[in-house]
T-cell receptor, first 112, second 114 residues
Framework: QQPVQSPQAVILREGEDAVINCSSS?????VHWYRQKHGEAPVFLMI?????EQKGHEKISASFNEKKQQSSLYLTASQLSYSGTYFC?????????????FGQGTTLQVKP | DTAVSQTPKYLVTQMGNDKSIKCEQN?????MYWYKQDSKKFLKIMFS???????INETVPNRFSPKSPDKAHLNLHINSLELGDSAVYFC?????????????FGPGTRLLVL
């Protein structure tokens, strides 16, 4: 079952914050976040594992609520370079299969 | 140094033809994947190999046949191409151990079937 991302699209001004949510109906082992720019490959941002801690680097962080099977990606003080489509990929069960099911994507546009 | 590479980058072909896409990774990973991304950006896993052994085989027409000659290479052969096969195909690799599951994607192969 494909995880559901919200919102589908968001437009920001530079310096504004955004939150992208990813929700699954299955018990999750891990959540992976990727950013994809137009015409390019998805680029890894971070991974959150069941039983693990909230992750973050620079101004991008993420959380994983195991009870609700939800993850959120936090983008603070957005920069023009943050524009792109963000995907969450979820792995269910006991993990270690590498089988990621991706959400439909959230398109983020940061304007000057 | 390119971590995951794919050839060709673009592929334009006629319906009914057979084509192959090659993928190589120099990360020393044991697991490699093929994904298909359609025009709506939906990214879907097709196959996965771990150390040359097929471990994930999603509901994919049997016109698609992956082949892994060694753990650094995973090729995708497509027979009797159809219009609906037009998409971007991404190869990826990862190391299946806890905390190392990050999947690194290749640049993609843009397939257009006419």
């Amino acid at each position: 079952q494909q995880p559901v991302q919200s919102p589908q699209a968001v437009i920001l001004r530079e310096g504004e914050d955004a939150v992208i949510n990813c929700s699954s109906s299955k018990a999750l082992y891990s959540v992976h976040w990727y950013r994809q720019k137009h015409g390019e490959a998805p680029v890894f941002l971070m991974i959150l594992l069941k039983g693990g801690e909230q992750k973050g680097h620079e101004k991008i962080s993420a959380s994983f609520n195991e009870k609700k099977q939800q993850s959120s990606l936090y983008l603070t003080a957005s920069q023009l370079s943050y524009s792109g489509t963000y995907f969450c990929g979820t792995e269910s069960g006991s993990g270690n299969t590498g089988k990621l099911i991706f959400g439909q994507g959230t398109t983020l546009q940061v304007k000057p | 140094d390119t971590a995951v590479s794919q050839t060709p980058k673009y592929l334009v072909t006629q319906m009914g033809n057979d084509k192959s896409i090659k993928c190589e990774q120099n990360l020393g990973h044991d697991t490699m994947y093929w994904y298909k991304q359609d025009s709506k950006k939906f990214l879907k896993i097709m196959f996965s190999y771990n150390n040359k052994e097929l471990i994930i085989n999603e509901t994919v027409p049997n016109r698609f046949s992956p082949k892994s000659p060694d753990k650094a290479h995973l090729n995708l052969h497509i027979n009797s191409l159809e219009l609906g096969d037009s998409a971007v195909y991404f190869c990826a690799s990862s190391q299946p151990s806890r905390g190392q599951e990050t999947q690194y994607f290749g640049p993609g192969t843009r397939l257009l079937v006419l």
